[in-house]
């Protein structure tokens, strides 16, 4: 039964249905105590952001259109908008409103070729593919259509295409028609409404225990809430390195949780070492290893480390959407074992292609000869690369450091473990585990690389006041600056071990 608009029955969206068909408790939630849910993060808040700036170019692909502009809560005003749209013969709308039983939908494109023609759904994601849960997201914006009285000739999904190479963008949306999924999920619809009214209704939570629903097909923003009232313990089975999810999620089932519940011969090397120093709050050291390991790295050493930053609509010539565009980069350099530590950097500081000047300050910068350090390498010889086949004239420097890339993290990965690392191999987490609270990045203004990129963007906009820009800039600095020198401590420390040098602790936290 439709409610008068006004009502303070809580109603349905597009969105709140595909949460619930995620999580029924979480729609409630998000409905009745949404004062729960976790911050929007950085990166969360990019996504959103990004997706609005896909919106708004997608509605170019349809041009002629009019814009329903009622402010976002206004309802009434966003469906009366729509009515004088279609009442005045127009053909395609941008936000077109409707109500149906009620649940409110807000339509990305609505096109039609004529007044005599039926509409057309066109859905805007800034995906590169469809995804399953696109579906009933569509399928819920075309029964209400339909509902509303308006004729459907089809329903598309537009997603963006990750060939589409800038500055030709003709080709940067892929529209893929979803009507035949669509109509097969129809059914499905009116009692899945109707299910999700009962449970707005009610004065009480559903029962839903964590599961993978929590993370699939999206990471839920209750899930701080659900997890804590569970009781996991600090580290536990979803910590263990490269488990699969179903082994998680079975092991969970089967009450097996704390790691002290588990046999570590049930899993491979890596995992089982993570459990036993765990459970014992001791370090594992394997110092032949490391030293066979290390031996074919030359001085000098050279620790390199990027910003980058993914448009989903590409801006420079010959970017393609989500290519990683690197805007900074910091490099310490120690020329022997003991000897000084130099540094050189990199930070672009306008709205303009870095790529030219940043490949150009690095060939110059970095030494011709010796190992270069990077954690996680696979990720800088990426940048190099892309940059090398973008820019001839600094191709042969460039590649000369690729082919010199040496990475640390395997290292740690098969010959160091500290309980203090919960699980994971990354920087942020190994540096304070190994050398200590100096080396974590919670104090910074800017601790990550999603942080590092939203202030970026600040920092490029023209806008942004030029206190607040260098505040930016310093920040910046500050915590690229932070990745390369924790590389060149760890690397120390990695020497050390090798030479079988007592190891200094980081902390006596845990049990070092």
Sequence with gaps: MNVILGSKRPRLSKSKVVLGLQCPKALYLSVHQANLADDISDSQQMIFDQGHEVGILAQKYYPGGVLI?????DSPLALMQTQDAIAAGTNTIYEATFIHGDVLVKIDILNRKSPKHAW???????STQVKDVHIPDAAVQAWVVRGAGFKLKSVSIMTINNQCTYPDLSDLFNVTDVTKEVDAYRSDIPPIVAKFKKLLGST????????????????????THCWSACKISDVSIFDIPRLSTDAKWESYRAGKIDLKSLDPDDFNATQSRMIECTVAKKRFVDSNAIAKALKAWKHPLSFLDFETIGYAIPRYNGQRPYQQLPFQFSCHIQKTSRGKLGHCEYLHSTDTDPREDISRTI??????????????????SGVLKTLADLFP?????????????????PIFRSSVYDPGFRGSFSIKQVAPAILGKSASYEEMDIGGGTEAQS?????INPSTEKKRREELRRGLIEYCTKDTKGMVDL??????????VKLKSGSKKNGK
């Design 393 to 409: 004239k600094y191709r042969n420097g460039l590649l000369n450091i690729v082919d010199r890339l040496v990475d640390p993290l």
């Design 204 to 223: 009480k939570s559903p029962k839903v225990d964590i599961g993978p629903h929590c993370d699939d097909p999206y990471s839920c923003g209750f899930k």
């Design 69 to 73: 502009d009622a402010p976002y809560k």
């Design 455 to 459: 202030a970026y963007m600040e920092m």
């Design 491 to 500: 690397v120390s420390w990695l020497f050390e071990a090798a030479q079988g």
């Design 363 to 380: 060939v110059e910068l970095v030494p011709e000869s010796g190992s270069v350090v990077a954690y996680s390498m696979g990720f800088e």
């Design 120 to 126: 057309e759904i066109v859905e805007v994601k800034s």
